[in-house]
């Protein structure tokens, strides 16, 4: 099974690389507002509301002008707050736990027809790498042998992986509206699991989960 999976990923590899058309690659620029979570972590959690903006290329595949590669590099706000609808006036509801990234998403992008303006969809992995978590109004955590943690409260990995899914419609194939949603896949708090708290949600992984909407422009 090892042999076919490694066998059919070569073959994909050199079928694409025959068909990407780098001298037609286009540019553009990106940006939108973000709302995250982050399941299994802190108690209260609720969503923190940021944003995401940088840099994308397009790069055909074929002839037909309706599939891409599209790798972006951004910056994007991420992570989550105290704010749980059902624990208003909890010790930490006020809390802040913002995770800052450089984000580099590689996104298989088709659109549903060769029209020019027309609706597409776009799935591919995505490497976040933390610049600076920003921690306000955390309350006191405590290990698992009863001491005080000092320091950030649940200390962020400084790489996350994740998998996005987006949909959008675009405008001639330069203003373009995407909704996108992030499923992080490794733990965003490891340091999380050596501190004690009464939340049996404790041990379990930390995913971070992202829904965005933003505008890109795509230059000629």
């Not at 940021?50 to 599939?67: D, E, H, K, R, T």
């Not at 790798?71 to 208003?88: F, I, R, W």
Request: proline content about 4%; overall charge neutral; glycine content about 12%.
């Amino acid at each position: 099974m090892k042999k076919i999976l490694i066998s059919t990923a070569l073959c994909a590899a050199t079928f694409l690389s025959a068909q990407i058309d780098l001298s037609s690659t286009r540019y553009g620029v990106t940006a939108g507002g973000t709302y995250s979570r982050v399941s299994n972590a802190h108690n209260p959690s609720g969503p923190l509301y940021s944003f995401y903006g940088g840099f994308l290329a397009m790069i055909p595949i074929g002839q037909n002008n309706q599939f891409f590669i599209q790798p972006e590099v951004e910056y994007l706000g991420a992570g989550e707050s105290g704010k749980d609808k059902d624990a208003k006036g909890a010790v930490g509801y006020d809390a802040v736990y913002g995770n800052n990234y450089i984000s580099i998403p590689l996104y298989f992008k088709g659109y549903f027809s060769e029209a020019e303006s027309e609706f597409f969809a776009m799935a591919g992995p995505k490497f976040n790498f933390l610049i600076n978590q920003n921690v306000k109004d955390a309350p006191l955590r405590y290990t698992v042998e009863g001491d005080p943690v000092t320091g950030v409260n649940g200390k962020a990995a400084t790489f996350n992986f994740a998998v996005g899914l987006g949909v959008g419609y675009s405008y001639k194939r330069q203003l373009e509206l995407t909704a996108r949603y992030d499923l992080g896949l490794s733990n965003t708090y490891p340091g999380l699991e050596n501190e004690k708290g009464s939340d049996s949600n404790i041990q379990k992984k930390k995913s971070e989960q992202v829904f965005s909407v933003g505008l890109s422009y795509v230059f000629q």
